[in-house]
């Protein structure tokens, strides 16, 4: 056990392994639990749900190595959808619609972007306000109407499978692979990891901080657009509330993914792992008919404990 | 290897047999999907319906929901029962539309699909708390016999286009003209959902007709603030108030004498009837014109409406003060 020097996002530190171990424990409990877990077409239930969660985790990844973070996500996904639906129903047609969807996600992520590093307000409070003001733009384009009848071809993008896997996995697996690759194998990459570490001594570097961090927050919205998009698709219908806490699921994902909230670490195979063991646990309780209350709780504790481990693990390590 | 195969289908097929024939009386899974947990009104339904499971003995209910009301989470806990392979799926839905598109997937796999409370616009049963008409009716048989049959009254609603009230509304003037063609309603003032505004819109009204003997307040937050008007008024039981709401927030007002009737439906009742809608369901007996047993409910009969089927769970249930301590919604 000893302390390799970490390359980041690159070879396979010790919280990692931790999660796989916690899932596999998961998998085998959950299916001690119910009969119906263990089987192909839960699994891809699973991924179902899981994908618009994972599309914000991803963005989410990034912001947080940054040593950022962004609550506006969950809105965003709400006013997206809420844009898209809207502009349908004046008639756009329906992918021209999808597009600017997700392109208000982007702006949004852009004014966040914007203002965290021309305003120099922290990204916490800076997301914690458009939190309200996308949600309540949201409301506002809506009037609590919910906008609804889609063709069916853009539905399949959220209901619609390729054999037994669903749309939505398809699209989330490019994703995952495309900003993986860019996290770990490009410039951009090693400078949101260098800007987590040390945001000061990155900028004496050369790094563009600044176009590097709006960059990102614009990814981030972009990204929770295209979730609203989907998620439009998979309940047929937009809804102003859509996608309320979201943003707390997906911080989830990426803490329990290893990923340090101080910035600097954390990688996409991580958060991946942290999503795939809140939805095993999540879907496992759910068919087993545990009430919501109750899983909530055994949630919060399993990031507690797996946060704890990591913080051993990283003492005894020597790492972080 | 092709004959463990061919054996393993005639076991499968002779297994299926088996199901169908005992279908009737098998015992069932019903998950119970309300709009929200936590809340007092769906502890009620939830109390009606476990009432009802343990009566049957051959229904094992799992009440799950989510703990705010989100159409989503609902989306999310039906597919869930989907893979679970349940019987039915019974649910108040948070979104007619939302919901619909999952529930149909779940008949397509032949779970049977039950609505209570609020529909959806995919299911096989809705079991129906009132209809619009009974509420009308029950609202002005009320105030006809606390204040007489001439009246005159002045209604307090939500907004103008609120739906439910309109509807309400209607059927109101529908019994009024049928039953007490002198009974005047002076005026109607639509104060929104805030209960200050209905307080206020009600001392106008008393202000603005001083010989007023009733006020219907159509609203959950109209009907205390209505209530709490007259009785600072120190009018209670000269200006009789009627209207909707929850019993709980009314029996402060019920016991001190300004209000004596809270019309609503009884949600323990509607979660038991479900229950037994749920049954009937599976069972097969669930056909337009057909009459099922609920248990100390007595019989109903199945009608069919726009979608499909129709159970209603009858007139609507008056609070006053002899019940309303036995409700805790």
């Known amino acids: 056990?000893?302390?390799?020097?970490?390359?980041?996002?690159?070879?396979?530190?010790?919280?990692?392994?931790?999660?796989?171990?916690?899932?596999?424990?998961?998998?085998?409990?959950?299916?001690?639990?119910?009969?119906?877990?263990?089987?192909?077409?839960?699994?891809?239930?699973?991924?179902?749900?899981?994908?618009?969660?994972?599309?914000?985790?991803?963005?989410?990844?990034?912001?947080?190595?940054?040593?950022?973070?962004?609550?506006?996500?969950?809105?965003?996904?709400?006013?997206?959808?809420?844009?898209?639906?809207?502009?349908?129903?004046?008639?756009?047609?329906?992918?021209?619609?999808?597009?600017?969807?997700?392109?208000?996600?982007?702006?949004?992520?852009?004014?966040?972007?914007?203002?965290?590093?021309?305003?120099?307000?922290?990204?916490?409070?800076?997301?914690?306000?458009?939190?309200?003001?996308?949600?309540?733009?949201?409301?506002?384009?809506?009037?609590?109407?919910?906008?609804?009848?889609?063709?069916?071809?853009?539905?399949?993008?959220?209901?619609?499978?390729?054999?037994?896997?669903?749309?939505?996995?398809?699209?989330?697996?490019?994703?995952?692979?495309?900003?993986?690759?860019?996290?770990?194998?490009?410039?951009?990459?090693?400078?949101?990891?260098?800007?987590?570490?040390?945001?000061?001594?990155?900028?004496?570097?050369?790094?563009?901080?600044?176009?590097?961090?709006?960059?990102?927050?614009?990814?981030?919205?972009?990204?929770?657009?295209?979730?609203?998009?989907?998620?439009?698709?998979?309940?047929?219908?937009?809804?102003?509330?859509?996608?309320?806490?979201?943003?707390?699921?997906?911080?989830?994902?990426?803490?329990?993914?290893?990923?340090?909230?101080?910035?600097?670490?954390?990688?996409?195979?991580?958060?991946?792992?942290?999503l795939l063991l809140v939805g095993v646990v999540r879907n496992g309780l759910t068919l087993a008919f545990i009430p919501a209350e109750q899983q909530a709780i055994i949630i919060g504790l399993i990031l507690l404990v797996a946060v704890l481990l990591n913080q051993v693990i990283r003492l005894r390590t020597g790492r972080g | 290897m092709k004959r463990v195969f061919v054996l393993l289908s005639v076991l499968a097929l002779a297994v299926a047999t088996v199901f169908a024939l005992a279908q009737s009386g098998k015992k069932i899974t019903v998950v119970m999907i309300p709009k929200l947990v936590g809340i007092d009104y769906f502890n009620a339904t939830q109390k009606g319906a476990e009432e009802a499971a343990k009566e049957l003995g051959n229904v094992t209910l799992r009440y799950v929901g989510p703990t705010e009301a989100s159409a989503a989470k609902q989306i999310e806990l039906i597919e869930n029962a989907i893979q679970a392979k349940v019987d039915v799926i019974s649910v108040a839905a948070n979104d007619p539309k939302a919901l619909a598109p999952a529930l149909q997937k779940a008949r397509d796999a032949g779970i049977k699909v039950v609505t209570w409370d609020a529909d959806a616009d995919s299911r096989d049963v809705f079991t129906n708390q009132a209809t619009f008409t009974g509420i009308g009716e029950a609202l002005i048989d009320s105030m006809v016999d606390q204040i007489g049959k001439d009246g005159p009254a002045a209604i307090i609603t939500s907004d103008l286009t609120a739906p439910n009230q309109n509807s309400w509304i209607a059927a109101m003037k529908d019994k009024i003209a049928k039953a007490y063609p002198n009974f005047k309603i002076v005026d109607t003032k639509a104060p929104g959902e805030d209960q200050q505004k209905a307080f206020q819109a009600a001392q106008d009204l008393m202000k603005a007709y001083p010989d007023l003997k009733g006020i219907f307040a159509l609203s959950s937050v109209a009907f205390p603030g209505a209530a709490d008007a007259v009785k600072q008024a120190g009018k209670s039981g000269k200006v009789a108030v009627v209207g909707l709401s929850t019993p709980k927030q009314m029996a402060p007002f019920v016991k001190d004498g300004t209000v004596r009737d809270v019309v609503l439906w009884n949600p323990i009742d509607l979660g038991y009837l479900s229950i037994y809608a749920a049954r009937a369901a599976v069972d097969g007996t669930l056909k337009e014109g057909a009459k099922i047993k609920a248990g100390r409910l007595g019989e109903y009969t199945v009608t069919k409406d726009k979608l499909s089927l129709q159970i209603l769970l009858g007139k609507p249930f008056i609070f006053n003060k002899s019940n309303i301590d036995n409700f805790n919604f």
């Open chain 1, 1 to 274: 056990m000893s302390a390799k020097p970490t390359k980041p996002g690159f070879n396979v530190p010790w919280s990692e392994v931790v999660l796989v171990t916690g899932l596999i424990i998961a998998v085998l409990y959950m299916n001690s639990l119910s009969p119906a877990f263990l089987s192909p077409s839960n699994f891809f239930q699973i991924t179902r749900i899981s994908a618009e969660i994972g599309l914000i985790a991803l963005g989410m990844t990034l912001v947080i190595i940054t040593g950022g973070i962004d609550l506006s996500v969950g809105s965003i996904l709400g006013l997206s959808g809420i844009v898209m639906g809207f502009l349908y129903t004046a008639g756009l047609n329906i992918w021209l619609a999808a597009l600017i969807g997700v392109a208000a996600g982007a702006l949004c992520g852009l004014i966040n972007g914007q203002l965290i590093t021309r305003a120099g307000i922290p990204p916490l409070i800076v997301t914690l306000a458009t939190l309200a003001i996308f949600r309540g733009l949201a409301l506002g384009i809506s009037q609590a109407r919910s906008f609804g009848n889609y063709p069916k071809e853009f539905l399949a993008l959220g209901a619609g499978y390729a054999g037994p896997i669903p749309t939505q996995l398809i699209v989330f697996v490019v994703l995952v692979i495309a900003v993986g690759l860019i996290l770990a194998q490009s410039t951009l990459g090693r400078f949101i990891y260098a800007i987590g570490n040390n945001a000061t001594a990155a900028r004496f570097s050369g790094v563009p901080v600044n176009r590097v961090l709006v960059l990102v927050y614009t990814l981030s919205g972009a990204l929770a657009g295209l979730a609203g998009v989907i998620f439009t698709a998979r309940v047929s219908s937009a809804r102003s509330d859509a996608g309320m806490g979201n943003e707390l699921d997906a911080i989830t994902a990426v803490v329990l993914g290893g990923a340090s909230i101080a910035g600097g670490s954390g990688s996409i195979v991580g958060t991946l792992l942290g």
